[in-house]
């Protein structure tokens, strides 16, 4: 299983690698993947989201996998703010590179990453607690208090937090994962037949979104990896542990305590990028953290896979 996430990311890295060889611009590259994700993300994932809720109910676990996907994101805000707090009256850093590595250590590659592997590793079960950890936590949190972080750290101060709860309702995912809640809660019947297509796109949809993570990777050379590493460090290690302490205290157990697990490691947001073009936190920072965490995050989910059981 972790040979088949490894190989369509590793395509990806590949694919960049050789369109880069035969002179093909980062920029053109990227261009090419933001118009695959705008597609998946508006066009795809909002009937993924569908059939999730309209198929299977949710339960008292993912209120607390929501619960849990919160606190883990919070308490890596305040924990990274309070290190480079400390840090910053040792040696001066920038304000912009406070501000991405706050963000960059809080908040995780959740939906592109997180969601393919939970899917592979738990089907339709992992996919459910995976959106509720997306939908629930991380996206209204990266739009509130993420925006609020680069608001104080970055260049930019224009948006208001009245545009952040307006983009949080016109996300399109969540008027998929709502239409099955309400599709679902009053019994309309959808045939057999769609939910089966739905199923068939989800499944190759995460090999895409694999896919897509490997064309995002640059490598960037880590000159002040020692600077970035406190920050790598709660995203790849204390987040886990954070979802592991919250989910026992909650009394989450088997898939829905390992979902947290593995979505709180997930590499650096790759939102992250835009959030340095548009708010004016540091990009360069926020580039090695996505290359760095993502490194990390994928050997020591390999490293558990071989040995221990998820």
């Known amino acids: 299983m972790f040979l088949d996430i490894f190989l369509f990311i590793l395509s990806g890295v590949f694919l960049r690698v050789l369109l880069t060889l035969k002179g093909v611009s980062p920029e053109k590259i990227d261009y090419y ?117 680069c608001m104080k750290y970055g260049r930019a101060k224009s948006i208001k937090l009245k545009d952040s709860i307006v983009t949080i309702i016109k996300i399109p995912p969540i008027w998929g994962l709502f239409a099955g809640l309400i599709f679902r809660e009053i019994a309309i019947n959808i045939p057999e037949e769609l939910i089966n297509l739905i199923s068939l796109v989800s499944k190759y949809i995460t090999f895409l979104m694999l896919f897509v993570v490997g064309i995002s990777i640059k490598a960037v050379a880590p000159k002040r990896f020692i600077l970035s590493l406190p920050a790598i460090l709660v995203k790849v290690v204390i987040s886990p542990l954070f979802a592991l302490l919250y989910g026992k205290i909650f009394g989450l157990t088997g898939i829905p305590l390992n979902v947290c697990i593995v979505e709180a490691g997930m590499p650096s947001m790759l939102l992250s990028m835009l959030f340095a073009t548009v708010f004016g936190i540091d990009m360069r920072t926020s580039i090695e953290m996505i290359f760095l965490t993502t490194v990390l995050s994928l050997l020591i989910f390999g490293f558990s896979l071989l040995f221990f059981q998820f």
């Open 33 to 149: 993947r933001d118009r695959i994700n705008y597609i998946v993300f508006y066009y795809i994932i909002p009937f993924v989201c569908f059939k999730t809720t309209y198929t299977m109910p949710f339960s008292l676990s993912h209120l607390k996998v929501s619960l849990v996907a919160n606190l883990t994101i919070i308490s890596c805000v305040l924990v990274s703010w309070l290190i480079y707090k400390k840090i910053n009256l040792f040696r001066e850093i920038k304000s912009e590179c406070i501000g991405a590595f706050i963000v960059c250590s809080a908040f995780g590659n959740v939906l592109y990453m997180g969601l393919p592997i939970l899917t592979k590793l738990y089907g339709n079960q992992g996919m459910s607690y995976a959106f509720t950890y997306d939908l629930f936590a991380s996206t209204p949190l990266t739009w509130t208090l993420a925006v609020a972080i």
